[in-house]
């Protein structure tokens, strides 16, 4: 899809040079892609472009994939094979040219209806950075959005919760919530139908499949029989968060456009997930949020997990626009609610009676300084030179611009201790 719209800021110079690159990925190793907003593109280069294009489409379309998911299925357990090469359901007359392939064999409906367990999770850190959640944690978001009366679950970038819907809606007989999942991962294509997946990437909110994936996202939105609509969605950490700002607020438009009256002023309910340090970025784009101190653990995430010894506290919250107050955060881990903030708090985050409010944003408990007027991070001291808290070793070091992860100086986004 469309191209972003980046400038290069220079030393010194007031206006940087702007440029379009790439939108989904960050790493010019998987996408080249680079423009000057003020080149002429000549027509060769330009047809050079749209041969490369037609060369590194998917094999298969999705509606193509929907007929092969169906002639699968009807095949006896012995001839259902994945090629883990590929990535790909094989068909019994495919098998030679996939014959030097790793694959597996036997594949059941059971493995058919959990799809980010039989695909290996892209973990390109700049592009895909697939981190399923861990099953307590899939387990607890869907059970909090039934409890919140919902029914109906636009997933953006939440494989493995639409999976379990999905999942669950075949099984359960009284299990009535539905999901539609927009996703940039091509692969799920082969599992789902087209009202059930739609190729989407977040960071321009483009549908690869035209008007009609819009369309199908569109009557998903419409909230018809009363089903109640929520969006999650747990994008990229090292994604910008203005691009996907941008993109929800387009999704929440269509939402909004579903219905000619009573939605002028409201907002499609929506749980984004995402690192606290980004909590400031995110409140920037949608001030209705807040971030809820919920930790969202992951299965292959070695730093996320979640263990009774030697736990490392995961980074990564909900953040939402519906009530505080009314998201439910489990007391068997530990969460209480805070009468005062009205809002569940994790066991660590203590009540600052000068901020009047529970200021921890890692779980552990933070202090207050009353030279910054805040509550800081329990590893934290006042330093003079700085004029605020720090880390003791860190260098009074003076940069006017802020980190665009962190916002703080004297770092680069690159090299960001947030996201390393
Ligand atoms: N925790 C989620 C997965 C989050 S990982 C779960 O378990 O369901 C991030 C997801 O965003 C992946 O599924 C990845 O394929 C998707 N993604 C990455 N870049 C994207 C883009 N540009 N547009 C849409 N989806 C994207
Ligand atoms: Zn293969
Ligand atoms: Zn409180
Ligand atoms: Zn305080
Ligand atoms: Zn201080």
Redesign the pocket.
């Known amino acids: 899809g469309p191209a972003l719209l980046f400038v290069k800021a220079s030393q010194g110079k007031e206006e940087g040079r702007r440029f379009y690159a790439c ?2 990925c960050r790493d010019r190793k998987d996408c080249n892609f680079f423009q000057w907003e003020d080149e002429k593109v000549s027509e060769t280069r330009l047809a050079a472009r749209e041969e490369y294009n037609r060369n590194h489409q998917p094999c298969y379309t999705h509606r193509q994939n929907v007929g092969r998911y169906k002639n699968f299925v009807l095949l006896p357990l012995s001839k259902r094979r994945f090629c883990q090469e590929c990535q790909q359901l094989l068909l019994p007359e495919e098998w030679e040219k996939h014959s030097d392939h790793q694959f597996l064999c036997d594949i059941t409906t059971a493995q058919l209806k959990s799809p ?1 367990q039989l695909l290996y999770p ?1 973990e390109n850190k700049k ?7 861990a099953d307590r944690s ?1 387990q607890f978001l869907l059970n909090l959005l039934i409890d919140l009366g919902f029914r109906r679950v636009l ?9 379990m819907i999905q999942s669950k809606a075949s099984q359960e007989e009284e299990f009535n919530v539905r999901s539609l999942l ?4 091509f692969r799920y294509s082969q599992f789902y139908a087209e009202n059930e997946f739609c190729h ?4 321009n909110h483009h549908f690869f499949g035209g008007e009609a994936a819009h369309e199908i996202c569109r009557k998903f939105l419409n909230e018809e029989n009363g089903d109640r609509v929520i969006m999650v969605t ?3 950490f090292g ?1 910008l968060v203005e691009a996907l700002a941008s993109s929800f607020k387009k999704l929440m438009a269509m939402w909004r456009e579903t219905e000619k009256e009573g939605r002028d002023n409201r907002e499609m309910p929506m749980f984004w ?1 995402f690192p606290y340090f980004f909590e400031s970025r995110i409140l920037d784009f949608f001030p209705s949020f807040s971030m809820m101190d919920y930790q969202v653990d ?1 299965d292959n995430h070695a730093l996320y997990k979640h263990g009774k010894t030697g736990r490392r506290q995961s980074p990564v919250r909900i953040f939402t626009n519906l009530t505080p107050s009314m998201i439910v955060l489990p007391e068997e881990e530990g969460y209480r609610f805070c009468t005062v903030c009205q809002r569940y708090v994790s066991s660590g985050n203590q009540h600052c009676e000068i901020c009047n409010s529970c200021t921890s944003k890692d779980g552990r408990q933070w202090k207050h300084c009353v030279l910054c007027k805040k509550c800081v991070k329990p590893s934290w001291f006042h330093c003079n030179s700085c004029n605020c808290c720090a880390l003791q070793k860190h260098s009074c070091e003076k940069t006017d611009t802020g980190c665009f992860v962190c916002g703080k100086a004297g770092h680069k986004r690159s090299a960001c201790p947030s996201l390393s």
């Open positions: 939108s989904a980010s892209l592009t895909n950075a697939q981190y399923l959640f899939c997933s953006v970038g939440t494989p493995r919760l639409h999976e927009l996703d940039i991962d989407y990437n977040m960071f747990d994008p990229p994604g997930i992951y």
